[in-house]
């Protein structure tokens, strides 16, 4: 088209179109079709946009100065038209700068991220391994602060599980014989009756704990009528344990006593009674004063539902509570640290992305100023970008365009 052209028309018409003669070599060039994949991915990342902008400005350069003729304030134009390929060129280095701040960020907040993960999964690992030893430090140490007795009442629950065990061995035989006078010699008896006669003896011995502490209770606050009654009831179910429980352990130990007394020995009911009931009342003695004293009652305000007066230990216990570590105590520091870590996450996400965006809008906007530029003979932006804030709210863009058309 310019060979059929006479030579002034010619040199004017490729000053107004001369980003032609180089714009098809510049895009081969960044895109890089025949180089290898490494060079032309650079190329393209590095390049491309650059470019494209800067054809872009090339091309808006041409109305901007051809505008000049109908201008009235020249020289700040054409010094604004300057200063706008100022920031192009500005922007470009902005760019390639920014690319290098966003990969080695994005390197920081992932190494950031996989450390924060993988300590938080060895401190998980730290306190499984060490839990087993923290609590039995932690039971060690609340065993010897005021409070709820729970060892007495777990060795209270055990002994009387094991007590309530004996006596169903014993009795199981006596109550099938029983059973089968009814049923001529039908009944079976089997695991259900030995359950049922379990649940039983349990009830039967923590009854018969519990009516120890009643006359203790009665003692103390010098109740003689509760006192002769509960004495009764107590010895009342101490004949009926030493009849039909303890009975069966003297005859136990009969074959030792016959083997150091002699062929003719002969214990008697009265002897074997007597023995009896003084194995009922050691093992009764021995438990009571051991846990019995200190469960017994915490048992029975459960059960009263009366709720357990413990007459200031709350306050030891409460003040203790606030002095201990939690159990998992690795786990809730890194839970602590997490949350921490997080919110530095978050802010080094957000700076992640404006380090990322920024680069590219800094070019779009060296664009953009050339249109304003033209338009209203101003520049919209204010560049270069620092950071994500600095880049103003359509909104805010429109107002600011509205503004500096009413100034002209």
């Known amino acids: 088209m310019l060979e059929n052209m006479e030579t002034p028309w010619k040199y004017v018409v490729a ?13 081969q060039f960044v895109w890089g079709a025949q180089d290898p994949m490494s060079i032309a991915l650079a190329k393209r990342i590095l390049l491309l946009w650059p470019a494209c902008a800067i054809i872009f400005c090339c091309w808006m350069s041409v109305p901007n100065i051809l505008s000049i ?61 060490l839990f087993p030893m923290r609590a039995f430090g932690e039971v060690s140490n609340t065993s010897f602060q005021r409070g709820i007795p729970w060892p007495a009442i777990l060795m209270m629950v055990v002994w ?8 169903t061995f014993v009795m199981n035989d006596l109550v099938i014989n029983v059973m ?16 049922g006669l379990f649940v039983v ?25 509760s006192v002769v009654a509960y004495a009764l009831i107590e010895l009342i ?56 004293a200190s469960a017994i009652p915490m048992l029975l305000a459960m059960i009263q539902r009366t709720g357990i007066d413990m007459q200031g230990s709350s306050r030891g216990a409460a003040g203790a509570g606030k002095s201990q570590n939690p159990m998992m105590v690795y ?6 640290e997490f949350r921490e870590e997080m919110d530095w996450v978050q802010a080094k996400g957000d700076y992640i992305l404006s380090s990322f965006l920024v680069p590219p809008l800094q070019i779009l906007a060296v664009c953009i100023n050339f249109c304003t530029l033209l338009i209203g003979g101003n520049h919209l932006f204010q560049l ?11 909104k805010d863009l429109i107002e600011k365009a509205r503004k500096s058309v009413r100034k002209d």
């Open 331 to 336: 786990i809730h520091g890194a839970m602590t």
């Open 180 to 195: 089968e006078s009814f049923s001529d010699g039908e009944f079976q008896g089997g695991i259900w009756l030995k359950m």
């Open 384 to 394: 270069p970008f620092r950071s994500f804030q600095d880049i103003l709210d359509t």
């Open 15 to 27: 000053a107004l179109i001369f980003p032609i003669f180089f714009q098809n070599d510049l895009f």
């Open 237 to 292: 179910v101490a004949a009926v344990e030493t009849v039909l429980f303890y009975r069966e352990f003297v005859d136990a130990l009969v074959p030792w006593f016959a083997q150091h007394a002699g062929d003719n020995f002969e214990l008697g009911i009265a002897g074997t009674l007597g023995i009896a009931f003084t194995v009922w009342f050691g093992i009764r003695c021995m438990t009571w004063f051991l846990f019995g």
């Open 69 to 129: 003729i109908v201008r009235q304030n020249r020289r700040e134009f054409i010094s604004a038209v300057f200063l706008t390929w100022w920031d192009l060129g500005r922007s470009i280095f902005y760019f390639w700068g920014g690319i290098i701040r966003f990969i080695i960020n994005l390197g920081g907040w992932a190494y950031g991220l996989i450390r924060l993960i993988v300590l938080g999964f060895l401190l998980m690992a730290k306190d499984l391994l």
């Open 160 to 167: 009387t599980c094991v007590e309530a065990a004996i006596f």
């Open 201 to 225: 003896f349990t009830f039967f011995v923590l009854g018969s704990y519990a009516v120890i502490h009643t006359l203790g209770q009665a003692v103390k606050e010098k109740k003689w009528g």
